[in-house]
């Protein structure tokens, strides 16, 4: 057991990910499990609605039709097992179809249904329960409007299924490296006190969730990344200890390097000292990444501690309507024309509101693009003369959108010159979707795990104590020896996301001598300074700074920075996916020589 390597591979990073991914890992020499990461809350609401319409839906369709039927034959001759969270709010709808996909092949693949995160039913008593949400304290949402109740659940029910004897694992709402983690307690027989296993089986997971993100994909170095039309998904070779080697199928594009492994690790991971899972609590700031090979690198030293008594349960709920488009204009002072048709359409839809007794916009936007309006105060460019104007509003009820969007067009022959557009159908309003999460005792969801015609029920609680929060780390010295400014990019890597209305920026040196430099430079206040526009005094925003020792690296958590995060938001970035960009051009000083060499 211990020499035992288990080999992943990532086949799927969000619904809508490219098809040839499963043809392209069943390549991978003696390749064990294919897994597949198809949801985020706003993905779940999407699969609610799709279900309210029918029954037979609510899943994710393109997992039978693009990734399993091409494939089932081959995948049954190499003996590849798979686990997928595909099934969303309705994972027996998608074992169903999967089964008579695989019947009508004339194949003998047995597919397991993990169920119990879906607690729709239980909405009436949870609102009743007087429920805070987690991060704001805000109440529960009225009942009528939740789209979908899902507790985010581990690794041991999909564990339990394939020891079962499954060949395919369909789940609904799994935290997302649940289904690498699954796969390795099953060939492993890692028990729930192998706490630092489950921590580097969970880091696996989290590399390979994303997909073609760990293999080059989204990377600061994105000009040494070659054949990104064909980029290779990424594969963890997993050992007994947990330690793993993250790389790529030969003869693909992309690249897997210690920076893109890094930037991936810290890709949407709060504080991490606290990485909190249903299986165990992880420690990732003494994690180890080393180059041993091209295209290989190995992944050592995180730790854990044991798992919450409790599951993450994400609700959505609808709230209000939003709708916005772009428009572009060139010329001199094309910022000006642009701003002053956005106030005019604005001007224009208040006026109609008043006339016919409407609310007026409970938030609007105007989002300059081409004069570097994410950059807020550090913004290098003035008058620009070709510029898109991002316009978005949210109101009460959907016709006060669509006053928005009809005066936008009304208003095309009264604008100032030098209007242009892509012609195309006028947008819709669509319903603003936020996310109100909580936690709730393991006890209060019941799961169970369906095989042809056996369903069994699976308690997924721990006799574990919980362990207090690690010591922090202590803080770096600040060098003496700062002269001369180079832009952060030089000095280091950086990845940027979302976690509902948070957004994080990892920040990892490019070697362990940088990051003192980095240290004094990037403070909490800085990095404030930096995304002030972002975080305006009544959103409670604010900035916290993690160290991760292990990897030379900084996170930093941005909370109330996205507008209500997702389709919750009007922004041009809702989810942070850039925020990392405007980091990397901050002045950091260093010593001359280091400048020179830089």
Same mark, same amino acid.
């Given at each position: ?12 990073g969000f619904w809508g990910d490219a098809a040839r991914a499963t043809a392209q890992l069943i ?55 798979? /686990? ?10 998608? %074992? ?31 609102? #009743? ?25 581990? #690794? ?26 699954? %796969? ?55 050992? %007994?200890?947990?330690?793993? /080697? ?60 044991? #798992? ?83 316009? #978005? ?20 022959? %009264? ?30 969801v019941h799961l169970q795990i369906r095989l042809d015609e056996a369903t069994i029920r699976f ?6 104590n919980l362990d207090a929060v690690p010591a922090p780390h202590p803080q770096l010295t600040t ?108 002045? /950091? ?10």
């Amino acid at each position: 057991m211990a020499d035992k390597v288990v080999r992943v591979g990532g086949a799927s990073g969000f619904w809508g990910d490219a098809a040839r991914a499963t043809a392209q890992l069943i390549s991978v020499d003696a390749l064990d499990f294919l897994v597949y990461d198809y949801l985020a809350e706003v993905t779940m609401s999407i699969m609610a609605r799709a279900r309210v319409k029918n029954e037979a839906r609510g899943y994710a369709i393109d997992f039978i039709s693009a990734a399993m039927k091409p494939n089932l034959t081959a995948i049954a001759a190499r003996g590849i097992k798979v /686990v997928s969270n595909a099934g969303g709010v309705n994972p027996e709808a998608c %074992a169903n179809a999967l089964q008579l996909e695989i019947h009508a092949q004339g194949l003998k693949l047995k597919v397991a249904c993990v169920t119990g995160d879906d607690l729709m039913t239980h909405v009436p008593e949870l609102a #009743a329960r007087g429920i805070r949400e987690m991060f704001s304290a805000a109440t529960f949402p009225p009942i009528e409007s939740v789209l979908s109740t899902n507790a985010y659940l581990g #690794a041991f029910p999909i564990a339990k299924a394939l020891a079962m004897g499954a060949d395919i694992v369909v789940t609904g709402r799994c935290v997302d490296s649940a289904v690498t983690l699954g %796969a390795c307690i099953h060939s492993f027989g890692w028990e729930r006190d192998d706490f630092d296993q489950l921590a580097m089986g969970s880091l696996a997971g989290h590399i390979l969730e994303c997909g073609t993100q760990t293999t080059g994909g989204n990377f600061t170095d994105w000009e040494t990344v070659d054949g990104i039309s064909s980029m290779g998904y990424p594969v963890a070779e997993v050992s %007994a200890d947990g330690t793993f /080697v993250c790389t790529k199928p030969d003869n693909t594009g992309g690249l897997v390097n210690i920076g893109t492994v890094s930037e991936q690790m810290l890709y949407e991971i709060g504080d991490p000292q606290a990485y909190i899972l249903p299986d165990v609590i992880c420690d990732f700031s003494t994690t180890r990444i080393k180059q041993i090979g091209e295209n290989r690198v190995l992944v050592t030293g995180a730790t854990g501690r044991p #798992a919450p008594d409790t599951y993450k349960v994400s609700t959505t709920y609808a709230d209000e309507f939003r709708g916005g488009t772009y428009l572009t204009f060139y010329g001199d002072d094309a910022e000006c024309k642009a701003r002053a048709l956005g106030n005019a359409v604005f001007e224009a839809s208040q006026n109609t509101f008043r006339e016919n007794g409407l609310a007026d916009f409970s938030e609007t936007s105007i989002e300059i693009l081409g004069t570097e309006s994410q950059y807020g105060a550090f913004s290098a460019i003035n008058n620009s003369r070709e510029v898109i104007m991002k316009i #978005a509003a949210k109101h009460p009820l959907e016709s006060g959108v669509s006053i928005l969007l009809r005066e936008v067009v009304g208003l095309a022959l %009264a604008t100032p010159p030098g209007l242009s557009g892509f012609a195309g159908t006028r947008p819709s309003p669509s319903p603003v979707v936020r996310l109100f999460s909580f936690t709730i005792p393991k006890s209060d969801v019941h799961l169970q795990i369906r095989l042809d015609e056996a369903t069994i029920r699976f308690d997924d609680r721990s006799d574990k104590n919980l362990d207090a929060v690690p010591a922090p780390h202590p803080q770096l010295t600040t060098p003496q020896d700062r002269e001369i400014d180079v832009p952060l990019i030089k000095l280091a890597w950086g990845r940027s996301g979302d976690k509902g209305d948070k957004a994080n920026v990892g920040i990892i040196a490019r070697k362990p001598e940088y990051l003192p430099y980095i240290s004094a430079a990037l403070t909490e206040e800085v990095v404030h300074k930096r995304f002030a526009h972002f975080l305006p005094p009544n959103s409670g925003g604010s900035v916290e700074r993690f160290l991760l020792p292990g990897i030379h690296a900084f996170n930093f958590l941005l909370h109330n920075s996205l507008g209500g995060g997702g389709v919750a938001s009007i922004r041009n970035d809702p989810q942070g996916k850039g925020f990392a960009q405007l980091l990397l051009c901050c002045p /950091v000083s260093v010593p001359a020589q280091l400048a020179e060499r830089l």
